[in-house]
């Protein structure tokens, strides 16, 4: 299949042209709307012109109105509304010892396809590891690679062949937050304790091609979006930014959770049913805003 408008359906409202944000659409002399061939090579694929034409008229290569689109509901929620729900959510880290149905995995999963993305809609991919005796192989991979990490940054050859190797980002979170919590043996799992995946029934993992173009700020609104998904369904969730560095560097951990040697693991996030209610949500300091 390809991009093409029906001529004979088309009513030439020009919508199409006023959304694209590529400008793929002009008007020819009689006014009929044409895909400029030149510049159909930057279609995203977002689907705004498709989801705009009243008529139908326009198929876009790898989208159909059948599969892709449904109707917008004529109610949003309240802005008040919506703002609680974001208060309400809070990170879990205890749950119960209950699986999530697949049905509900699979509407916060088709949830986070709402996301906006950069370039490719398609990343990133979604690991969703349920298995229990796999998450505890995991545990004690990730476990080794924490109390390794403490050795490595200790040493001044390693720490600095670890600090050329990443950015000053990443080398701050390890030096500052990681290893001090690594030295007290917080992430290490051999005694029972689990403060890496909080004994959650399910991980999902964000990972995409280590090429492809916006994958990492694609991979953070996507476990956002599937945060706040879940949390609609009255679960709990938290990002867990430990899990994908140990999967980048312990090849035996990427192999377990079958994530392709081409791609990196970019973020997680646990899921599962909240133990507890909290009682009140935090109001933090306001940021510092600039008007300008
Ligand atoms: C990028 C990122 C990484 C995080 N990594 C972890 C983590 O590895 N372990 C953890 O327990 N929480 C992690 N969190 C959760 C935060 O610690 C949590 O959001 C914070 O404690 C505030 O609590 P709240 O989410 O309930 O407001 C992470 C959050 C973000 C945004």
Redesign the pocket.
């Known amino acids: 299949m390809e991009n093409t408008i029906n001529f004979e359906t088309c009513d030439r409202c020009s919508l199409c042209i006023a959304v694209c944000p590529y400008e793929i659409f002009e008007k020819d002399e009689s006014g009929q709307i044409f895909l400029n061939p030149e510049k159909i090579e930057f279609c995203v694929k977002c689907g705004h012109c498709m989801a705009i034409c009243k008529s139908k008229s326009i198929t876009i290569e790898g989208l159909s109105y059948d599969n892709n689109f449904y109707d917008l509901l004529e109610t949003n929620i309240d802005s008040d509304s919506f703002i609680n729900f974001l208060a309400n959510?809070?990170?879990i880290?205890n749950f119960k010892d209950k699986e999530i149905p697949k049905e509900i995995l699979n509407k916060i999963i088709d949830a986070t396809s709402f996301a906006p993305y950069g370039v490719s809609p398609k990343d990133p991919m979604i690991t969703v590891v349920q298995n229990k005796e796999i998450i505890e192989k995991a545990l004690l991979l990730m476990s080794n690679f924490y109390e390794d990490l403490v050795k490595w940054i200790k040493n001044p050859i390693s720490r600095y062949m670890i600090k050329r190797g990443i950015n000053q980002e990443t080398f701050n979170t390890i030096t500052h937050h990681i290893v001090p919590a690594a030295k007290t043996g917080h992430y290490n799992t051999k005694s029972g304790n689990d403060?890496?995946s909080?004994s959650a029934p399910v991980i999902m993992i964000f990972h995409a091609n280590k090429g492809a173009e916006e994958h990492t700020n694609n991979a953070?609104i996507c476990v956002t979006y599937a945060m706040l998904a879940t949390h609609s369904f009255g679960l709990g969730t938290?990002?867990?930014?430990?899990?994908p560095p140990a999967i980048n560097k312990v090849k035996e951990l990427k192999e377990l959770f079958q994530i392709p040697e081409e791609n990196e693991a970019v973020?997680s996030l646990i899921l599962g049913y909240p133990k507890y209610k909290y009682k009140r949500t935090?109001k933090r300091e306001k940021r510092e805003i600039n008007w300008i």
């Open positions: 959510r809070r990170s880290r403060n890496i909080r953070i938290t990002i867990i930014g430990l899990i973020m935090i």
